[in-house]
Nanobody, 119 residues
């Protein structure tokens, strides 16, 4: 079994900062890409940021310059530091990981953590 467990969401005022974390556990041979997606009410899930196993990040245009994704391979953990938050960043944030296991490779998702930015 594989689990992705997110933490760190919450309520913050516009202009503030939050950091969300996601730890992967289970029988994992290798974690390839990891990242974050988000889904606001009434909207489709969208990419926020991803990071390769080598540490190369990719960001949605809407968060460039404000969010920073990082990972700790020793802890199987990915982080998203969110600065200068805006009300439009309000969403459920989902952790994602492309995992290689002994006989398979696939995408895994966390349960989501709510981020609410008040104006």
């Amino acid at each position: 079994q594989v689990q992705l467990v997110e933490s760190g969401g919450g309520l913050v005022q516009a202009g503030g900062s939050l950091r969300v974390s996601c730890a992967a556990s289970g029988t994992i041979i290798k974690i390839n890409a990891m990242g974050w997606y988000r889904q606001a009410p009434g909207k489709q899930r969208e990419l926020v940021a991803t990071i390769t196993s080598g540490g190369s990040p990719n960001y949605a245009d809407s968060v460039k310059g404000r969010f920073t994704i990082s990972r700790d391979n020793a802890k199987n953990t990915v982080y998203l530091q969110m600065n200068s938050l805006k009300p439009e960043d309000t969403a459920v944030y989902y952790c994602y990981a492309d995992l290689s296991r002994r006989f398979s490779r696939g995408d895994y998702w966390g349960q989501g953590t709510q981020v609410t930015v008040s104006s």
